[in-house]
């Protein structure tokens, strides 16, 4: 049974580790996150974009595929599945779909109209059991359409979002989706802090999750993040996997057609990756 966050992420600040959120597309990402997630013992969020969740139909498919899933593999881990980055209309879709978690990115709004929308929200998700994830300042870079300019959040905003009873924050701390230039300055663990202190027990929220160093990963944690965003990295294991299976000739030098077998290494790569990340989160056993 799909389960929200908030308890997943309470226990995860309170032990000082993260719960990975990893985004889906398909059936064969879904299933290499489940069933890494059982044999590692670790609770684990899935996460939808809107161009997923359109990709795969729906979100109403997404929920069904997802369910039945669970039942017949026998996950019995706690299992979020959550709106990753959503709208005002698409966190709507999700709730009525059922989606076990939202986030409803506002971050591009005026503050006071993140806060009533947020506001508004909060109440129906938690009316219907959901649990709601909400973002201050910006992540940089661009994400299935979803453009970040990157600014920081402002303490104070986050204190307003989160007072409005939110079940956790994301903020922008300098942190990009997609791959880090080479130029980033890393995560800015000022602001980091001035966020922990302004937003209390709140657990907190790290996109781009993809190619941040392992130090910084860890310092992040100890500051309250709760819940670390991956997706990129996943997808570019699924790539090299199958690109290099291909170029092999292991695909019968060419001739291979069966589906099951083309996508095997790209869904076996996808459970290494978060199985690392697991690891690194420090989420295993922990379900
Ligand atoms: O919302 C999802 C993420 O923040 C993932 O970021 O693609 O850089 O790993 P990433
Ligand atoms: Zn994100």
């Known amino acids: 049974m799909l389960v929200a966050a908030k308890e997943m992420l309470e226990k995860a600040r309170e032990g000082k580790y993260a719960v990975g959120q990893f985004n889906i597309n398909n059936l064969e990402w879904t299933k290499s996150v489940l069933l890494t997630a059982q044999e590692l013992q670790s609770p684990v969020i899935l996460g939808v974009s809107e161009g997923a969740g359109k990709y795969m139909t729906g979100f109403k498919t997404v929920a069904a595929m997802v369910e039945a899933m669970m039942e017949e593999l026998n996950i019995t881990v706690p299992v979020a599945l959550h709106l990753d980055h959503g709208t005002y209309d698409g966190c709507y879709k999700c709730i009525k779909a059922g989606f076990s978690s939202i986030m409803f990115d506002g971050s591009h709004y005026p503050i006071e109209e993140n806060i009533e929308k947020t506001r508004e929200l909060v109440k129906i998700a938690h009316a219907m059991g959901l649990s709601l994830e909400a ?33 956790f924050l994301a903020a922008g701390i300098g942190n990009i ?61 699924f790539a090299d996997a199958t690109r290099a299976y291909i170029e092999a000739g292991k695909d019968q030098q060419g001739k291979g ?24 989160f420090g989420s295993v056993g922990k379900a």
């Open 177 to 237: 989706h997609g791959k880090y230039p080479a130029n980033w300055q890393g995560l800015n663990f000022d602001v980091l802090a001035k966020v922990k202190d302004a937003v209390g027990d709140m657990p907190l929220v790290l996109h781009g999750g993809t190619g941040i160093p392992e130090d910084m990963i860890k310092k992040a944690i100890s500051l309250g993040v709760a819940k670390i965003n991956v997706n990129t990295e996943c997808q570019t294991s």
């Open 135 to 167: 973002e201050v300042g910006s992540i940089g870079g661009e994400e299935d359409g979803v453009v970040g300019a990157g600014e920081c959040a402002d303490p104070a905003e986050c204190k307003a979002i989160a007072d409005l009873g939110i079940d």
């Open 257 to 280: 057609f069966d589906p099951r077998k083309l996508l095997a290494p790209g869904a076996e790569a996808i459970k290494a990756t978060v199985k690392e990340k697991m690891e690194l």
